[in-house]
Structures are given as structure tokens and as C-alpha cells.
């Protein structure tokens, strides 16, 4: 074991200040959007989220100087100037161009020949840099998929690899675990977790702390994207942006909308179905004594309306354990990288 | 007529087959019978008697639930003979494996009694042919018995397969290293303040046995 392998340690913040801010940092590699967690000195915790995308446009020496008066991230990379993130996503709505994703289907994409580098970026500039030599950080992975078959072992490899470089000590946290360790601590952590993401859904069903059951499956908000773009002819991150500007599913407004909404209960069902269907399974399954509850979180679940839906779909299907609350998130967009901000701040591995 | 043969069906997954003499020699002297029908009979009305007195649910809710055991009842019961015939063939195999065993350590003992034989005879050679093909056989044998144990080991959630060194990706980052040009240090990026996790950490603490 290297010296920054140790469990964790408690580095004080401000001389004369009681609090302490325990070491670790969180990491939410997701599909659509990446997230760091780390604790504050206000114990609290503070979320830096980027989106993971970028998009390649002419390099020119105007165009370097009027991106970082925007304060657009840039970098040149083979003779092209490539705008990163957020940015990147409204250049591409303004040009009716697609972004480039460094991730597809819940994994590192193995079309996109930059991924590595530019995803390499984002996390870099996210993540900062460790606070001691060897600081905890848990990055999220997702589980085997039910419905494609993924290579999960060289993703979380990938992503090992990457973070140790940066000088961290990397460890692997089930996505949707990590939703049980940042919503459940009222229920000792016994309960199914869910995280709604870009690329997959992902499921993880604990009792007190301790994954019992963990798997996902490979459709998440680009699978709406994708078939939006399709029956309405147009690009996906024009898609998205209907998406995402604050549509409410269960009133939709217009055609678009309508289109988001009824892909939004299919993909919400299909989920269920699937959780219930491997529930039913029955292979490792504890016991339940009491009801448990259900926290659904990620990016997919911000749109409007989302819980009531996914409670109606609920509702249709004879779920084969007792469920108590059904509940999305307060903050549903970074509640898996707080959850392996938790795990990295505990020690767990 | 259905509930009867499905009884029928249990009762025979279910209950062993021993010849009168067998019973004898346990010290059995007689036996009770009963038909399955009577069996049957006895289920059907305990299952009514029970969901009648209850007086919670209504006569088309009590069909609905016998309907409901009724089809569970077959499933259990589908799922039980599948595991007898499993069970069977595996023991038949198993069996099967034993008797070639058993002939070949018989093999075994009549080529060590030829081998001596053949050693304190003058100009005695080596094992010929007909040890080979015994080496052989007793390979065959093993590897058989290697699967086997392996099918067996991985129906039960046991492999004989080890897991293979870590992964090091470091090597797909050569090229990532270079210093690009970029403005990436002076942009900020968003951040979001969040609720903390000391409530999160204490619990997780005192789960593991903490203070």
C-alpha cells in the first residue's frame, strides 16, 4: 500500500475554527454531464458541473480572442480550436450542428477518437487538484446492462488510470449506490436507488449500505434525444434543448412536447419493467421487512412532472417488494457525485 | 379432476417409493393409505372453510385466490420435477463415473500384479502399450471428472477460475500528456453549493460500528 492509499485523514480547514473538512472528492462521470463534489467550509458541499461534450470549429486567431472574452473554454488540439462543455452545446444549438461526446451509452465512447483527451480536460479542471498527495476520490461506474452487452471492466479501468495520473487514489463506486449513499441515510441506507442519466438508468437495491443487487440498463435521456430528433426531423441537440428548457410531461404544450412526453413515460416504464423483472428473479435477493423507499435522481429526472409520472407507472406494475416513498432528489443532478463524495470521505472501497 | 391429478403429481415429486420389503426391514408392519383425491378433497375445503370464516374477502375474490394458489401450486410443482430430473441425471452420471472408476482401478490392479510379474522376469521392460493406453484412459477419466466438478461448481456460484492481475490502463494516456493550448485556466465553471453530508457520514459511521 503507497502512502496515499491510507484511510482517510482530517485536514483542518482554518486555524481556531472547529470544523474540520474531511478529505476526498466525489466524481459523477456521466453520459451528459460530469460533476465533482467536495465538502465546504460551511459544511456543506460544493458541485462543479460540466457538460461532457465539445465541438471542433475553424482555429483562428479572432475566433481564440472572442471565445475567451465570452469566457469559453477552448483548446487546440490537432490544428482545430474545440470549444468544451456547456458552450459547446449552445454553439451547436446556435449552428444546428451536433456535439461530439466523449461518452455514449452510460461508457467511454469507443467512436469518438478524442474522448480521451478531451474528457481528460474537463475532469482535470473540474476535479482540481488533490489537496494532499493521494486524496480519495470515488468515481462513479455503472453496472452490467441488463439489455446491451458493455464493457464495464475497461471503462472503469480507463477512468482509474486517469484519475491516479492527476495524483488522486481512484476507487470505483456503483452509480446508483452511490444514489443510496447521499439520499438513504434516513432509512440506514436500506432501500433501491436510481439514477437517471444521459446513457443508461441505473439501479442499486441495499440493505444497510451493503449492494444487494445492482444492474442497468442501456437507455437513459440521449435514448429520448434520439427518438425525439427522429419523429421531429430535426438535430438531437435541438432535442435536448426541448428537453431540457422546462417542459412539464404530464401538461405538454406542443408537437415537440408531446414527443418528449411520450418518450419520457416509455423510458420510465421500460425501467420499471426491468427492475421488477429482475427483482423477480429473484437470484441474491434479501428480505424486506418494512417497505423501502425509492430515491430517483440524475440529469433525466429534472424535467418537470418526472416523479408523478414515474409514480403512475409505478402504480401499473405489481412491484414485488413492498415500496414505502417514492421521491426524486432535491438536488438530482449532482446527488451521485455527493454520493461518492460520502463513500470517498468514509474510506469506503 | 385437475386439482387431483396436480396433487397426485406433488405427492408423487415428493414422496419416496419403498418396496414392502424394504418397510419391513425399517420394522414397518403396516401402513395407512389415502387417495390423493381424498388428499385433494381435504385441501380444497380447508382452503374454502379458511377464506370463508375470514369473512374478509367475497366468494368471487376466494375463487380468484384458489385460482391464484392453484396456478402458483403448478409452477412450484413444474419447478420441483425439473430439479428431481436434474437431481436424477446427475446422480445417474455420477454413478456412471463411479462404475468406470471402479473398472479401472480393477485395470490398475491387474497390470500392477502383470508388471511384477513381468519385473522379476529377466530382460524385463518397461511399461508397453498396454500401460499407455491405461495412462490414458485414467487422463480421460480425470478430465472428465474435472468438467464435471467445474459444471457443478459454476451451478452453485463456485468457479475454479482465478481472477486475472489488475488492469493498467496508463498506457492510453501517452499521448494525452502533451501541454495543449487552451484558455481553460482562466474560464470558471459553474458551481453549485449543496446540502452537506456530515448526517450521511455519522450514520455510515455508526452502521460500521463506529462511535
Known amino acids: 500500500m503507497t502512502d496515499h492509499q491510507n484511510p482517510q485523514k482530517r485536514a483542518p480547514v482554518d486555524a481556531g475554527a472547529d470544523t474540520t473538512v474531511a478529505l476526498g472528492k466525489g466524481l459523477d462521470i456521466g453520459t451528459a454531464n460530469l460533476a465533482a463534489a467536495v465538502q465546504n467550509e460551511d459544511g456543506g458541499i460544493t458541485v462543479t458541473v460540466e457538460r461532457n461534450a465539445f465541438l471542433d470549429i475553424p482555429s483562428d486567431v479572432y475566433s481564440k480572442n472572442m471565445l475567451t472574452k465570452l469566457k469559453v473554454p477552448y483548446v487546440v488540439h490537432n490544428g482545430k480550436l474545440v470549444v468544451i462543455g456547456e458552450a459547446a452545446f449552445e454553439l451547436a444549438n446556435v449552428f444546428s450542428r451536433e456535439t461530439r461526446r466523449p461518452m455514449s451509452d452510460g461508457l467511454i465512447s469507443p467512436n469518438e477518437q478524442d474522448a480521451l483527451p478531451m474528457i481528460k480536460l474537463i475532469i482535470n479542471k473540474i476535479l482540481g487538484e488533490p489537496r494532499t498527495p493521494g486524496e480519495n476520490c470515488h468515481f462513479c461506474v455503472p453496472a452490467p446492462s441488463l439489455d446491451v452487452d458493455n464493457n464495464v471492466v475497461y471503462h472503469q479501468g480507463l477512468f482509474e488510470s486517469m484519475i491516479n495520473k492527476m495524483g488522486y487514489t481512484a476507487h470505483a463506486i456503483n452509480e446508483a449506490h452511490a444514489v443510496i449513499f447521499a439520499e438513504l441515510s434516513e432509512c440506514d441506507f436500506t432501500g433501491i436507488g436510481l439514477s437517471f442519466g444521459g446513457g443508461m438508468a441505473n439501479a442499486c437495491i441495499a440493505y444497510k449500505s451493503i449492494p444487494c443487487l445492482s444492474f442497468s440498463v442501456a437507455r437513459g435521456g440521449d435514448w429520448i434525444d434520439k427518438n425525439v430528433a427522429n419523429v421531429l426531423g430535426c438535430p438531437r441537440s435541438k432535442a435536448t434543448y426541448i428537453k431540457e428548457r422546462g417542459i412539464d410531461i404530464r401538461d405538454p404544450k406542443s408537437r415537440e412536447e408531446e414527443a418528449v412526453t411520450i418518450y419520457y413515460r416509455s423510458l420510465i416504464s421500460y425501467v420499471l419493467q426491468n427492475i421488477k423483472a429482475r427483482f423477480e428473479s429473484g437470484q441474491n435477493m434479501p428480505t424486506f421487512q418494512k417497505p423501502v423507499d425509492i430515491a430517483c435522481s440524475g440529469g433525466t429526472s429534472l424535467v418537470g412532472g418526472f416523479i408523478e409520472v414515474f409514480r403512475e407507472e409505478f402504480a401499473k406494475i405489481e412491484f414485488p417488494i413492498p415500496v414505502g416513498r417514492i421521491f426524486r432528489s432535491e438536488e438530482a443532478l449532482t446527488a451521485v457525485a455527493k454520493g461518492c463524495l460520502v463513500a470517498a470521505a468514509i474510506g469506503e472501497s | ?211
Open chain 2, 1 to 211: 379432476m385437475g386439482i387431483v391429478n396436480e396433487v397426485k403429481e406433488a405427492l408423487s415429486a415428493q414422496s419416496r417409493t419403498a418396496t414392502l420389503d424394504e418397510l419391513r426391514s425399517e420394522g414397518r408392519r403396516k401402513v395407512r393409505l389415502i387417495r390423493a383425491e381424498q388428499v385433494a378433497s381435504m385441501i380444497s375445503e380447508a382452503v374454502h372453510a379458511a377464506a370463508e370464516q375470514s369473512g374478509l374477502i367475497s366468494q368471487a375474490e376466494v375463487d380468484k385466490l384458489v385460482e391464484n394458489s392453484r396456478r402458483e401450486f403448478k409452477d412450484i410443482l413444474q419447478q420441483r420435477e425439473r430439479e428431481a430430473q436434474e437431481s436424477k441425471e446427475l446422480k445417474d452420471q455420477l454413478q456412471a463415473r463411479d462404475r468406470e472408476l471402479q473398472q479401472l482401478r480393477a485395470q490398475l490392479q491387474q497390470q500392477g500384479g502383470a508388471n511384477a510379474q513381468a519385473n522379476a522376469a529377466p530382460g524385463a521392460q518397461q511399461a508397453g502399450p498396454a500401460g499407455i493406453d491405461f495412462a490414458a484412459a485414467l487422463e480421460k477419466l480425470t478430465g472428465s471428472l474435472n468438467d464435471r466438478l467445474e459444471k457443478l461448481g459454476k451451478k452453485m456460484g463456485v468457479s475454479a477460475a482465478v481472477d486475472a492481475a489488475e488492469l493498467n490502463f496508463d498506457g492510453m494516456f501517452k499521448d494525452t500528456g502533451k501541454t495543449l493550448e487552451s484558455n481553460m485556466a482562466n474560464i470558471e465553471i459553474k458551481k453549485k453549493e449543496g446540502g452537506g453530508i456530515a448526517t450521511n457520514l455519522a450514520k455510515l459511521k455508526k452502521l460500521k460500528g463506529g462511535s
